[in-house]
Nanobody, 128 residues
Framework: VQLQASGGGLVQPGGSLRLSCAASGFTLNYYTVAWFRQVPGKEREGISCVSTSDPRTFYADSVKGRFTLSRDGAKNVVYLQMNSLKPEDTAVYYC??????????????????????WGQGTQVTVSS
């Protein structure tokens, strides 16, 4: 059972990246999924999540209108499309999955401790 995150890299401000989170050993469509990010010395930020019981997707204010979370059930992958990137988006990005109750609130976002499966993180650097 594993999550594998990929797609990070160096991009100029205003550019785009698409992060992927591939699951092996379980079916992501049956799990609440989320993306988090963390900058060294700062708290982890839950930026997006979607549960299996509510089709609405949560986005943190910091990324709303620029980032889009999507699922590809056939490929067993979750994506985070990131557009109009800013230097403050620079961080290590993590995907996570859980079947735990209350993991994703459309109002409050993902609850990190509830997530049992985590990808290894992928670095996103936005710089000119």
């Amino acid at each position: 059972v594993q999550l594998q995150a990929s797609g990070g890299g160096l991009v100029q401000p205003g550019g785009s990246l698409r992060l992927s989170c591939a699951a092996s050993g379980f079916t992501l469509n049956y799990y609440t999924v989320a993306w988090f990010r963390q900058v060294p010395g700062k708290e982890r930020e839950g930026i997006s999540c979607v549960s299996t019981s509510d089709p609405r997707t949560f986005y943190a204010d910091s990324v709303k209108g620029r980032f889009t979370l999507s699922r590809d059930g056939a490929k067993n992958v979750v994506y985070l499309q990131m557009n109009s990137l800013k230097p403050e988006d620079t961080a290590v990005y993590y995907c996570a999955a859980t079947q735990g109750f209350g993991a994703c609130s459309v109002q409050a976002g993902p609850s990190g401790p509830v997530f049992g499966y985590w990808g290894q993180g992928t670095q996103v650097t936005v710089s000119s």
